[in-house]
């Protein structure tokens, strides 16, 4: 199957940021992709105070932009991340999937908010505005279960593992590490996902812009079930595109059977 992560800029203007998306997805139409990925907080810029401005029901505007992309060009779209508000008023960092005739089947609500306070670097706090979700997120597709989570979701080991364990043959992952967290972690953090789990793992995130306020590390990454970096992107805006061998994930599973020898009576 093949992938793509569109590693686009985010601007004020939600509207834009929509219409941007879709020229990059019109732009690889004849590459046949059959999952395209967005970035984190792809429609609105990637601060606190933003996300309740930004924020819209499920089955609002920008779900509806994404499902038309995902049904005219006949791909799974997951649709980066959003800020989602329910009808009690709480906003989630969420991401919706669709299938390739724009119907959703998932949606992640980001699990793990991203309350850091690193010093000399970066500082954030999620928590401010949103709330976290409270599952795992695993999907249908005719090539198997594909799995989603969103950025910090990815330094919880055992998240990953549980997506594994109920059938992700691959897990994607809108992102915007920053400027303190991508040298450090970013790269290393995607090898040591896939390689514990033997899956493939495919991180989107937004270009670099220095100007914004949160500054995005960029390198939209793929990793494989050996821990190898397969492709990585500069922090330019860009596309990232890739083939993924689930037949050579599992012939890795079948001879390094980790998945098989755990001992859950340790745990």
């Not at 500082?123 to 597709?141: Q, R």
């Not at 860009?238 to 037949?247: A, F, H, P, T």
């Amino acid at each position: 199957m093949k992938v793509a992560a569109i590693q686009m800029p985010t601007v004020e203007d939600k509207t834009e940021n929509i219409r941007t998306a879709g020229k990059y997805i019109e732009k690889i139409k004849t590459e046949s992709p059959d999952f395209v990925v967005l970035p984190e907080m792809f429609c609105c810029p990637y601060q606190t105070e933003n996300f309740p401005v930004y924020a819209e029901k499920e089955g609002g505007p920008s779900w509806q932009a994404m499902s038309d992309y995902a049904r005219e060009y006949q791909i799974y779209l997951i649709a980066g991340s959003m800020p989602e508000i329910d009808e009690a008023g709480n906003v989630f960092n969420t991401s919706y999937i669709f299938d390739r005739n724009g119907n959703q089947i998932g949606k992640h609500r980001k699990a793990h908010l991203f309350d850091i306070n690193v010093k000399n670097g970066q500082y954030f706090k999620e928590s401010d505005t949103l709330t976290p979700g409270n599952h795992a997120t695993v999907f249908d597709t005719e090539f198997g279960k594909m799995g989603v989570m969103i950025c910090y979701d990815i330094r919880f080991p055992e998240f990953a593992r549980r997506m594994v364990l109920l059938g992700a043959k691959m897990i994607f992952v809108p992102a915007a590490f920053n400027m303190t967290t991508g040298p450090a972690h970013w790269e290393l953090t995607f090898r040591a996902r896939a390689l514990d789990n033997q899956i493939y793992m495919l991180g989107c995130a937004p270009s670099r812009n220095v100007q914004a306020g949160y500054i995005s590390w960029g390198h939209s990454i793929v990793t494989d079930p050996w821990g190898q970096v397969r492709n990585q992107l500069d922090e330019k805006e860009g596309i990232l595109i890739e083939e993924i061998d689930l037949e050579w994930e599992e012939q890795i599973r079948e001879q390094l059977p980790l998945l098989t020898h755990r001992r859950i009576e340790l745990y």
